[in-house]
């Protein structure tokens, strides 16, 4: 068995074990004080440190980054100000760069089709949807996206939350308890990790796309619990591999479980015609029981979405905490993603591009001998670099030569898989990717050479 509360990017400090939520949770029920199940604690003095932000260890370790990317000249990797609208290209400190750091696959981002939906909507319905939609109503948009994106499941609903982390930690976090199981992929997003750490429910995380073990892990532990439910992503948005959705589907109904594939990163890309992992593998949508999905990405807006059964989708209308106590989707970022899907699907030459793009990029990364990782050639592509330092400068060499292209580095991939990650987009032209695999051949030595002598 591996441990629950691992996976590339939550490291133990983002889970909860049982205990701390008990305790958490009777503390908030005012049945104990926190620092103690047994009654009240002795009266102390408290050190500062514990009064104070900056003591925390997390913001030691950022100031140490910090300095160390100061004293290598990197002081502008993060938090990078875009000065008006970003596409394939995008401006910097008032240089034009091309831009491979959008998740906007399908090149909407400036659609004046998108601007006009948006405006229409809060001319009628306001900016702001103002309160739960629970208690306070909902829009007519709320409505329409939800069955524009049911349909693209052929699923009989859908619900929309206001954010994609959120609409994971809500959705594992209110489905499942301590009597249940959540088999995981070791790769999946930390929205997903943390919606299982939520749920009380044991984790056990399988290594990425290795069905054997999983295999293993459900005939040894799956009938220990009462519900259990394998968990996936659909295109996996570190490393863009896909899922084998295929044989999760029979892993799923040999062992008595559910399924969840969070499609952030395949809807809108896989497939004839974008519908996600379940049109590329030719596989019945109803064969999934929960299919997530992200607004922010393909459908260019905000927020999240489930869409499966009916009860599904109507237990989490009550129970989902970022659901019943958040506020609805502002009815313009509703209405501007609703018309995404239409264009998605009136448009397919905008995939098929996407399609060619991902397919070009890798073919060209490879033929150049980039270390790509496990990528297939779809909207994610890493160019693996190896330590963080080495990456951090390779992004800021990139750069230099007109490529945005931002790292993911420790704590966000395991120290030593650190990458520049390309997010390919269908308005990317053959020059620009092109561009961006010479850069990056050019700008790997040097950033190779700098690291080493930072570390000297
Ligand atoms: C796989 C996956 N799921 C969920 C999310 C969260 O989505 P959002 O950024 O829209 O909140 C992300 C974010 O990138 C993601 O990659």
Redesign the pocket.
Same mark, same amino acid.
């Given at each position: 068995m591996q441990p629950t509360n691992d996976g590339a990017h939550g490291k133990k400090r983002f889970g909860l074990s049982m205990e701390d939520k008990e305790r958490l949770l009777a503390a908030m029920r005012g049945q104990t004080a926190l620092a103690s199940s047994t009654g009240r604690t002795a009266r102390q003095s408290i050190a500062p440190e514990l009064l104070r932000f900056d003591t925390l260890p997390g913001y030691t370790e950022i100031r140490v980054q910090q300095a160390v990317a100061h004293k290598a000249g990197l002081d502008e990797i993060f938090y990078v100000c875009h000065e008006g609208l970003a596409t394939n290209r995008t401006c910097i400190n008032g240089r034009e760069l091309r831009n491979f750091s959008t998740?906007d696959y399908l090149g909407l981002n400036g659609d004046p089709r998108l601007y006009a939906a948006a405006d229409d909507a809060a001319r009628r319905y306001g900016m702001s949807a103002s309160a739960s939609r629970l208690t306070a109503g909902e829009r007519p948009p709320h409505r329409r996206l939800e069955r524009s994106l049911a349909q693209l499941y052929n699923a009989e609903d859908c619900i929309c939350f206001v954010? =994609?982390?959120?609409?994971?930690m809500s959705t594992l976090g209110c489905l499942f308890g301590s009597r249940d199981v959540i088999f995981y992929d070791a790769l999946?997003?930390n929205?997903?990790l943390l919606g299982a750490a939520m749920s009380g429910a044991t984790r056990l995380a399988y290594a990425n796309n290795d069905m054997q073990a999983l295999a293993a892990l459900l005939e040894e532990h799956r009938y220990a619990f009462q519900r259990a439910i394998i968990v996936t992503?659909g295109l996996f948005?570190m490393d863009g591999c896909l899922c084998d959705l295929p044989r999760l589907v029979e892993l799923k109904r040999e062992y008595g479980c559910m399924l969840m594939v969070?499609e952030?990163?395949s809807m809108g890309v896989v497939g004839k015609t974008g519908h996600g992992v379940h049109e590329h593998f030719g596989l019945d949508a109803r064969d999934v029981d929960i299919w997530?999905g992200?607004?922010?990405?393909s459908f260019c807006g905000? =927020?999240?979405y489930i869409a499966g059964s009916a009860a599904l989708v109507e237990f989490l209308k009550y129970h989902a905490p970022g659901f019943v106590y958040s506020v609805g989707m502002a009815p313009s970022l509703a209405a501007a993603s609703n018309e995404a899907v239409r264009i998605m699907l009136a448009e397919p030459q905008r995939l098929a591009r996407l399609q060619a793009n991902g397919r070009q990029f890798l073919a060209l990364a490879r033929e150049r001998g980039l270390d790509t990782g496990r990528a297939q050639g779809y909207a994610v592509i890493p160019i693996m670099a190896g330590d963080s330092l080495t990456t951090a400068i390779l992004s800021q060499e990139v750069r230099n030569r007109g490529v945005l292209a931002l790292p993911m580095i420790y704590p966000g991939v395991e120290e030593g898989k650190a990458r520049l990650r390309f997010f390919i987009s269908a308005m990317h032209t053959e020059d620009d990717l092109r561009w961006a695999v010479d850069a990056v051949t050019e700008s790997l030595p040097v950033a190779r050479q700098k690291a080493a002598s930072y570390a000297r």
């Open positions: 998740y954010s =994609g982390h959120g609409t994971n999946c997003h929205s997903l992503e948005g969070d952030a990163h997530m992200t607004l922010s990405k905000c =927020g999240g």
